[in-house]
């Protein structure tokens, strides 16, 4: 098999337009990749001049232990010995692990991943709540982000228990070394602070529920978690009143990433009827 090195995208143009007809997210995750300025290389695959696959390569600042893998091949004639032989030749090429995050369109990469040390680590369900008027939650129990954010001692109290539940849900695929102004950015970016709640216990944060908007229609709820497990109750409570201020403000959804490696974000799914919108699976090599 021939390997183009960093091809240029004349070489890869037409390849692209033929294996992403119809996927045009796929397209834009790609190219977002080869011109990301954490880009570590992109490569094009061939058989006898032919395009067969077209990978690239970059990392994250958010998870530095990893190199993150595209791959691009035609779904009606890729074959699992070529696959297979892209896999070896890229892992060869790194000394980090590597990284996938897959979708259904990938069902042959999916089976042979697993068989050539890549186990999965997680899979991922977008999923919708849509907002009910018969929810009910005890207000009296939470407060919003605003209200406590010039608070010094349950503000910092509200970070630390961000970085501390974001940390122990992604242990397969570790977060970087980042000092506490740098949580506070991440979890700032965003936000929508007066619909986004936390619950206090003797001076400190032990439960928060974090709304980000989506699009003009939809929020998005991201971190969630709680102090211990006597304390997931919070969350059911937290959402509710969510989903009781989409209601009054108009918005149609409350769209979550559930992770298969977060229990807080699972024990959210009790709370309300919820569809499926759309399904990941992430792998990353031993």
Not at 203 to 217: K, N, P, R, V
Not at 233 to 258: H, P
Request: charged share 25%; with cysteine.
């Amino acid at each position: 098999m021939e390997v183009v090195q960093n091809p240029s995208k004349a070489q890869y143009s037409h390849f692209f337009d033929e294996v992403f007809r119809g996927c045009e997210d796929l397209r834009l995750e790609m190219e977002a990749s080869v011109n990301s300025k954490t880009n570590q290389g992109s490569f094009l695959f061939r058989n006898k001049s032919r395009a067969v696959a077209f990978a690239s390569t970059h990392t994250s600042a958010w998870h530095p232990h990893c190199i993150y893998v595209r791959l691009a091949y035609k779904w009606s004639t890729a074959d699992q010995v070529s696959l297979v032989n892209v896999l070896k030749y890229i892992q060869e090429v790194y000394t980090k692990p590597l990284f996938f995050l897959l979708d259904d369109r990938f069902s042959l990469l999916q089976s042979i991943l697993p068989e050539n040390g890549f186990p999965m680590i997680r899979k991922t369900e977008i999923i919708r709540f849509k907002p009910a008027g018969e929810l009910r939650a005890n207000e009296k129990t939470f407060r919003t982000v605003s209200e406590i954010k010039n608070d010094p001692i349950l503000e910092s109290s509200f970070v630390h228990l961000c970085k501390r539940t974001y940390t122990v849900t992604h242990l397969a695929n570790p977060v970087a070394e980042l000092q506490a102004e740098e949580w506070r950015s991440v979890i700032y970016d965003g936000l929508l602070e007066t619909y986004s709640y936390v619950a206090e216990r003797d001076g400190a944060i032990i439960g928060f529920s974090l709304l980000y908007e989506a699009d003009s229609s939809g929020w998005e709820l991201g971190w969630v978690g709680v102090d211990a497990d006597e304390s997931m109750y919070l969350l059911e409570g937290m959402l509710k009143k969510q989903l009781e201020d989409a209601l009054n403000e108009g918005t149609t959804f409350i769209e979550k990433e559930v992770d298969s490696t977060c229990p807080y974000s699972l024990r959210l799914k009790r709370v309300s009827d919820y569809e499926v919108t759309e399904i990941f699976y992430a792998y990353r090599s031993t």
